[in-house]
């Protein structure tokens, strides 16, 4: 008998990764992959195992041929009576969702209410998890949400300053995002340096192409940067992070800039590709500066003060900080990044190990600062496998 499997499924407006995570420990998943360009007619699919890399066109077929292609595969593999559940990742669940949940028809007619919020994302993660309860009837199916963990914050660090009735209409409130992999690393964190769960203060920076930071407190999110949207906070690849509303009103009468321009400059135009007017690519802009490239440096120069300064904010939501810890693609490759914030967080006494932050590369999760002082770490995120956890440990208590 095969080791039994949980398939963690994150789809995108026209896009469908996928993960098959064994329900032991091993954590390393079997397959992966993704679909990509659905509904256009160039669709594909590309399936990653021991065996290696294979992709198969999709003859411009939608999420619903994506899926079926994937539960063909899997069962050619001889591995689909091996799958016990499915777990979604779901990007907003407004005040609805405080931890993941077995879905069932109220689940789905919350998720639709909590779709004004997140139009983007949450319409096509309703679309995987009705296809995927269609193609797999029999398998549980469990919704683990990106802005759940940060349901913990109270008042103080959710409300915005507006007038109240925007909140009570609207739901206008900081909900913050990246949630699973915020809690997978401090988990993570807590393990490594073996803190009391009990009492403990951590900051966890996620910076990827999105980027968001988090104060984790005795084990809950007290405070993070991402807002109603993930557009507030950090310094992004494409988005500005924290910008003053008054330029944005300044903007609209001075540049004649209407709503959607205004959207469209905020979240596709500016960041680090914004800032340096040549890419949003951390590594690029890295190789550049390191040349001479202004627009290049200035960037990273942005991205680390904002990061230091809201880390520091963050950390006024703790008893004390024991640890900053960094994840994400750039958090965890960019040993640049790690050393131009760290310097800035001086007053915190962190001290950077020069030679361990050089080598915390490419999945290498470690310790990089010194004896004294918070602690300085790079943990490898692992979203998929905290979906695939709370799947099965949800999977099982409904049997
Ligand atoms: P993610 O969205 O988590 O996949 O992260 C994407 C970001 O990670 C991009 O800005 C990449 O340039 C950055 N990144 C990946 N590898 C490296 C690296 N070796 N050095 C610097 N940045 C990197």
């Not at 084990?219 to 940067?225: A, H």
Request: with cysteine; glycine share 10%; net charge negative.
């Amino acid at each position: 008998m095969n080791k039994t499997l949980t398939l963690v499924i994150n789809c995108g407006s026209s896009s469908l990764k996928f993960a098959l995570m064994p329900n032991e420990s091993g954590e390393d998943p079997v397959l992966s992959g993704l679909a990509e360009r659905l509904g256009d007619s160039d669709a594909s699919i590309t399936y990653k195992s021991s065996e290696g890399k294979k992709e198969e066109s999709l003859n411009g077929g939608d999420h619903a041929t994506a899926l079926e292609a994937l539960i063909n595969h899997i069962d050619q593999k001889g591995l689909l009576a091996s799958v016990t559940a499915v777990g979604h990742r779901v990007v907003h669940g407004g005040e609805e969702f405080h931890k993941s949940v077995l879905i069932d028809d109220k689940v789905i007619a919350a998720i639709e209410r909590c779709s004004p919020l997140a139009p983007l994302h949450n319409p096509p993660n309703l679309l995987g998890i009705r296809v995927a309860r269609e193609k797999l009837p029999a398998l549980p199916q469990v919704a683990v949400f990106d802005t759940a963990f940060h349901q913990t914050m109270e008042p103080q660090a959710y409300l915005y300053a507006l007038p109240m009735e925007y909140y009570r209409e609207y739901g206008v409130r900081r909900y913050g995002f990246h949630g699973t992999s915020h809690r997978f690393v401090s988990d993570e964190t807590r393990r490594m340096l073996a803190l009391d769960p009990k009492d403990h203060g951590i900051v966890i920076a996620h910076l990827g192409n999105g980027a968001s930071a988090t104060a984790v407190k005795n084990g809950e999110s007290v405070d993070t940067t991402m807002g109603l949207t993930p557009l507030e906070g950090l310094v992004m690849g494409t988005r500005s992070g924290d910008v003053d509303p008054g330029a944005l009103v300044y903007l609209a009468n001075r540049a004649n800039m209407s709503i959607n321009d205004l959207d469209n400059m905020l979240n596709r135009k500016s960041g680090l590709l914004g800032l340096s007017e040549l890419s949003n690519d951390c590594r690029t802009l890295e190789e550049e500066a390191a040349k001479g490239h202004p627009g290049a440096k200035i960037a990273l120069d942005v991205f680390a003060h904002r990061l230091a300064r809201l880390i520091g904010g963050l950390a006024m939501s703790l008893d004390r900080l024991d640890a900053v810890t960094f994840t994400g693609g750039i958090g965890e490759n960019s040993s640049l990044l790690r050393k131009m914030t760290i310097e800035r967080l001086k007053p915190f006494g962190i001290v950077l190990d020069d030679a361990a932050n050089e080598k915390c590369v490419r999945g290498t999760s470690g310790v990089i600062s010194g004896a004294t002082g918070p602690k300085a770490l790079v943990v490898a995120t692992n979203e998929e496998l905290m979906i695939a956890r709370d799947t099965l440990a949800i999977a099982n208590a409904s049997r």
